[in-house]
Nanobody, 116 residues
């Protein structure tokens, strides 16, 4: 059974940094595209960043220059480094694993709160 578990969320002041992690199990992780999404109260879930199996990346406009997605295939782990955080970054952040055949798998989410 495919399972994704996020960690690393918490409370941080504006301008601070957090590093989120997502541990995957039960799938052929190395051939999947991995992504981070986020959802704030009253808003739809939105894409933050994607990393495909060959290493190419795609970032949302709000994430460019501040966030970085990476993966460790040996540890089956995805990371999201977030710097220069703003109050509007406050949301639940979700890890996603996607296969070309159409399979989508989601973690339970981790809360990120940016507040002074």
């Amino acid at each position: 059974q495919v399972q994704l578990v996020e960690s690393g969320g918490g409370l941080v002041q504006p301008g601070g940094s957090l590093r989120l992690s997502c541990a995957a199990s039960g799938s052929l992780f190395s051939i999947a595209a991995v992504s981070w999404y986020r959802q704030a109260p009253g808003k739809e879930r939105e894409l933050v960043a994607t990393l495909n199996p060959r290493g190419s990346t795609d970032y949302a406009e709000f994430a460019k220059g501040r966030f970085a997605i990476s993966r460790d295939n040996a540890k089956k782990t995805v990371h999201l480094q977030m710097n220069s955080l703003k109050p509007e970054d406050t949301a639940v952040y979700f890890c996603n694993e996607h296969f070309a055949s159409g399979g989508d798998y989601w973690g339970q989410g981790t809360q990120v709160t940016v507040s002074s």
